[in-house]
């Protein structure tokens, strides 16, 4: 049915794509899946005509659709949602669907200037067949509601209700599962297999909930860094070393020097705390704990929360319920800055450094809510301990390679003098050499005694560096352990792969 034939796209000297091939037959359900950024989202973008391949072609039915518009793709059957819902959010349910079905209508303009009667019979058509689809996922009595008003989970399957209503043939999902509990989840696998069943639609799904992609799918494509590096069944991609590589990490087998996992009284405490975005709920009551002289990481797939709990802990998301508490002091729903003040710096996923300042500002900057007179000594303690700031301290920050700017970011947030350091995704996109330098960099500030809550994709480089770790899935905490025994925990990797 569908046919991704060597397909490459670049942005520039970016190679999102590199010579992506995969089938999809007649009836299936395929998966899609790759860690963040594996080119996964710029693949549907390419079959549904959004964007052209710069090399490479896609066929459907023996069709190349790969220069057609998004509307002509999607009049030969070829229909997606998104990973964002796109609703009409002040129009009913019912509305939303039958907008769906503009492509199939076959009434003129002049029609319903006229309301003539063939109008009127394409519109109780078209009101019918979108009362029926509201009805296949489950949401008959709500025709009426706005779509503002559903529930998330309702509102996802409205967007697929839309999608069905355009007549495809076969349907794009991207991250359908995103931000639903388990039991919405589960009712979205039952209803994508009474779609392959009753309607006889093939499926194409990007997903990270690894126990809905393995359960549902026949086969599997997996993307890192634009490539496909593995393709078969659920077990197959399961334990193929690549994928497992490409999700966890490779070992680095030495020893690591570790301070004691129970070490010190407490720093930072979560109890049962719960955070979302607006409509969305990620984390579900989760609990953790940081002691003094710690590492602590947290582990799991893309979409797991990890990111969204270091944003609650640092005051850039409210929790809804639960209590954070910094060396015994609540802190939870506090703004930012005065988090900062008490004690925490954050260093964000992708280093945000302030690209047109130079080195020297951004450290000067980590320092803004301090009012002691000791900055400039610690800075210039910093510079010493870093020479490559030092070396590169009059340089626009914009201008450095990804391993100083992380080593920048790591300095600018010492500068706030902490009493936590939460690192996120320290590794994101640096070569091997700089990730080794950056780790080195964290084990020699654990010994000088910051603790640390760190998150890392890489789950088996962070958790040889740390001394506790905890697993977070789908929003909450299904694990925690000694870091050394979960390095060879295979719920570890079940977690991560379903």
Known sequence: ????????????????????????????????????????????????????????????????????????????????????????????????VIVGQHLRSRATLLDAVLTTPAYRAEEARVRARAEELLELVGLGGRAGDLASALAYGDQRRLEIARALAAGPRLLLLDEPAAGMNPAETQALLALLVRLRREVGLSIVLIDHDMKLIMGLCDRIAVLNFGRKIAEGDPHEVRNDPSVIEAYLGRRIARPRDRHDATAGPPVLVL??????????????????????????????????????LLRTISGLVRPRQGRISLRGTSVGGAPPDRIVRWGVAHVPEGRQVLARMTVLENLRSGAYTRRDTEVERELEALLARFPVLRERQGQIAGTLSGGEQQILAIARGLMSRPRLLMLDEPSLGLAPGNVERIFEIVRELNARGVPMLLVEQNAHLALEV????YVLETGR?????????????????RAYLG
């Not at 905490?477 to 990797?493: F, H, I, K, P, Y």
């Open 1 to 96: 049915m569908l046919a991704c034939e060597r397909v490459s796209l670049s942005f520039g000297g970016l190679r999102a794509l590199d010579e992506v091939s995969f089938t999809v037959d007649d009836g299936e359900i395929f998966g899609l899946i790759g860690p963040n950024g594996a080119g996964k989202t710029t693949l549907f973008n390419i079959i549904t005509g959004f964007l052209p391949p710069t090399a490479g072609r896609v066929r459907f039915r023996g069709e190349e659709i790969s220069r057609r518009s998004a509307a002509q793709v999607a009049a030969r059957g070829v229909v997606r949602t998104f990973q964002n819902i796109r609703l009409f959010r002040e129009m009913p349910a019912l509305q939303n």
């Open 271 to 308: 109890e049962n705390v719960s955070a979302g975005y607006g409509p969305v709920s990620v984390l579900h009551e989760v609990s953790l704990r940081v002691g003094e002289g710690q590492i602590v990481t947290l582990i799991g797939a893309n979409g797991a929360g990890k990111t969204t």
């Open 466 to 469: 740390a001394s506790w770790g």
């Open 477 to 493: 905490v299904v694990m925690s352990d000694r870091a050394e025994r979960l390095l060879d925990n295979e719920a570890v990797r």
